[in-house]
C-alpha cells in the first residue's frame, strides 16, 4: 500500500490564527499507475492538451474565484477537474487520514528533535497502521512524504524511523514500513491528491467553510472508518475516524519511549 502524505496551513479566524493539516492518501500499489494515466488525462480535459503533467494544487483549484466564477453561473476548469479527480478516487478505493492541530503554538512539523515525534504525525500514523491491521492484515504500508530538501527530509527521516524503532507505541506499529520515502510532488499524483485533501479540510475548519462545503462532502466520502469500536473517556464504545482534530498536547517521546 502507497500512503502519500503532505501538509496545509490555512487561516481560521479574522486574526490570522492558523490551522495545521498533516493529510495522507492510501493507493493500492498496483492501482497506481492507473491513477496517473486517469490524471493525466483529466487535466488534459479541463486544462488544456499542454496540461498533463501540470501540479494539482489545493491553494490554486480551489481559489476562491473559481468559487465565485461559478456563484455566476461560469463553470470553473479547475473545479470541474476536482470534481472528477474525487469522484474517480471514490471509485478505485483511495482512503484518506488527517491530523488537524489548532493551536498556532503547536504547528510544527518540521522534525526538528529526532528524538521527538510531533503529535499530528503520531496520531497519522495511528490510524493508518489500524486501517492496514483491519483491511490488509498480510500486507505493509509504504509512507511516501512530499519531497522537501536534503535537510528537512533527513530531519523527517531520522524521527520517524527513531519513533518506529525505539518508541512503545512506534513498535506496535506492525503494518507500517520503519523507514519513510519521498516523492516530489510535481511528479506523483499521490502527493497532489493529499495536498487537494490537507488543503480542503483546512478550509472547511476556517473562515471558508461555506464556500467549500461541496468539496469537502467529497473527501468526507474517502474518509478511513474503523470497523474496531474503542472504550472513549465517557464510558462508550466509539469508531476511530481518519480525520483526527488535536486539541491536547500529547507528543511521542522517543526518549522515554512513552511513545
Known sequence: M????????QAIDSAQKQVCVLSAIAIHSQDFNEYSRQL???????LGPKCGD????GKDIFKKFNFRLEGKGIISRELSLARDVFGYAQTHNAIAFASVVF????VQLDCADAKLLERPFLYLFERINLYMQENHPTRMASLIFDDRNLGQNERISQSVSNFFHLSKAGKT?????KVPFFAISSENIGIQLADMVSHLIGRDVGLDKKMVSEFYKE???LEFKSKTERDGDDGKKHLTYGFKPIKQKEVGNLDNQKG
Open 2 to 9: 502507497l500512503v502519500f502524505i503532505d501538509e496545509s496551513w
Open 40 to 46: 493525466w488525462n483529466y487535466k488534459v480535459k479541463h
Open 54 to 57: 501540470i501540479e494539482i494544487k
Open 103 to 106: 493551536d498556532q503554538e503547536q
Open 173 to 177: 506499529f506492525d503494518r507500517i514500513i
Open 219 to 221: 473527501i468526507k466520502k
